[in-house]
């Protein structure tokens, strides 16, 4: 039986689901991308399958998913259906016809990760979906120096939690910088924020939010510039245990290699 591949691409706000992938007796994006195809479709002869698997609360701007179907559809007719059907804090944005050489785990993705935070005087609590808040004062200018240092080809084994045993921990990541946050604004957000922005071809398990714990750790001199550089070389193996809240965690951008 011929099967008809599409992906879809979507974004939502994460602050009410617990992830990406489904789980028993919790409300997760996947759980709710099925439910609402379940209807769309009028049947439930389909398969989905996401690009990544997101952690509890984190969000996407650009997010995807690959559906398998039986039968061709109507894109434009589908979308807007699915759209319509869908929480108000899921989007999807495009569907595309893709062929059975089309793998969404294993084709080739660029992935570009925002971690929103703030810290000094605390916010307006509604930021608290997109942003995370960090008590007392941060030394800004060494976490910008700090985050420079993740650039490059390193030994990730310290920023990844229960990998498995083939898991490679040698990555490049191709952007690792802090900025002033220009890229969401909201009336109730503080008048200056911070955004860490990464990219990398892929990334394992909380490594972004690692990465962002190691930073906020700098940024408070509890370590060094030095601790990173080592943290780095594969070296040690103890995994940090300072993990950034998923909350301030979106994923921004989803590029495919095909």
Same mark, same amino acid.
């Given at each position: 039986?011929?099967?008809?591949?599409?992906?879809? &691409?979507?974004?939502?706000?994460? %602050?009410?689901?617990?992830?990406?992938?489904?789980?028993?007796?919790?409300?997760?994006?996947?759980?709710?991308?099925?439910?609402?195809?379940? !209807?769309?479709?009028? &049947? #439930?002869?389909?398969?989905?399958?996401?690009?990544?698997? /997101?952690?509890? +609360?984190?969000?996407?701007? &650009?997010?995807? !998913?690959?559906?398998?179907?039986? +039968?061709? @559809?109507?894109? #434009?007719? %589908?979308?807007?259906?699915? =759209?319509?059907?869908?929480?108000?804090?899921?989007?999807?944005?495009?569907?595309?016809?893709?062929? *059975? $050489?089309?793998?969404?785990?294993?084709?080739?993705?660029? $992935?570009?990760?925002?971690?929103?935070?703030?810290?000094?005087? $605390?916010?307006?609590? !509604?930021?608290?979906?997109?942003?995370?808040?960090?008590?007392?004062?941060?030394?800004?200018?060494?976490? $910008?120096?700090?985050?420079?240092?993740?650039?490059?080809?390193? =030994?990730?084994?310290?920023?990844?939690?229960?990998?498995?045993?083939?898991?490679?921990?040698?990555?490049?990541?191709?952007?690792?910088?802090?900025?002033?946050? /220009?890229?969401?604004?909201? =009336?109730?957000?503080? *008048?200056?924020?911070?955004?860490?922005?990464?990219?990398?071809?892929?990334?394992?398990?909380?490594?972004?939010?690692?990465?962002?714990?190691?930073?906020?750790?700098?940024?408070?001199?509890?370590? #060094?510039?030095?601790? @990173?550089?080592?943290?780095?070389?594969?070296?040690?193996?103890?995994?940090? #245990?300072?993990?950034?809240?998923?909350?301030?965690?979106?994923?921004?951008?989803?590029?495919?290699?095909?």
């Amino acid at each position: 039986m011929k099967t008809y591949y599409y992906l879809i &691409h979507i974004q939502y706000l994460g %602050f009410r689901f617990h992830g990406w992938q489904k789980q028993p007796n919790l409300k997760t994006i996947h759980l709710m991308v099925d439910k609402t195809l379940l !209807f769309a479709l009028g &049947h #439930d002869r389909f398969k989905t399958m996401g690009s990544s698997r /997101t952690d509890s +609360k984190v969000s996407a701007n &650009h997010g995807a !998913f690959e559906l398998f179907l039986e +039968k061709p @559809i109507a894109m #434009d007719e %589908f979308l807007q259906t699915f =759209n319509s059907n869908l929480p108000n804090d899921i989007r999807a944005i495009k569907i595309e016809e893709v062929d *059975e $050489k089309f793998n969404i785990i294993q084709t080739p993705k660029l $992935k570009t990760y925002l971690y929103l935070f703030t810290f000094g005087e $605390k916010p307006h609590p !509604f930021s608290a979906a997109m942003m995370t808040y960090f008590k007392g004062n941060l030394d800004l200018e060494l976490m $910008k120096q700090g985050a420079t240092q993740f650039e490059g080809q390193h =030994n990730f084994v310290k920023y990844c939690t229960k990998p498995s045993p083939n898991t490679n921990f040698n990555r490049e990541v191709t952007i690792c910088r802090i900025t002033e946050n /220009t890229t969401y604004t909201a =009336n109730f957000f503080p *008048e200056t924020s911070y955004a860490l922005e990464i990219q990398s071809m892929g990334f394992m398990r909380y490594q972004v939010r690692l990465i962002m714990g190691q930073l906020i750790r700098l940024g408070r001199h509890e370590i #060094d510039l030095e601790t @990173i550089s080592e943290s780095l070389t594969g070296n040690d193996h103890t995994a940090l #245990d300072q993990i950034a809240p998923g909350s301030g965690l979106i994923l921004q951008n989803l590029e495919f290699d095909f």
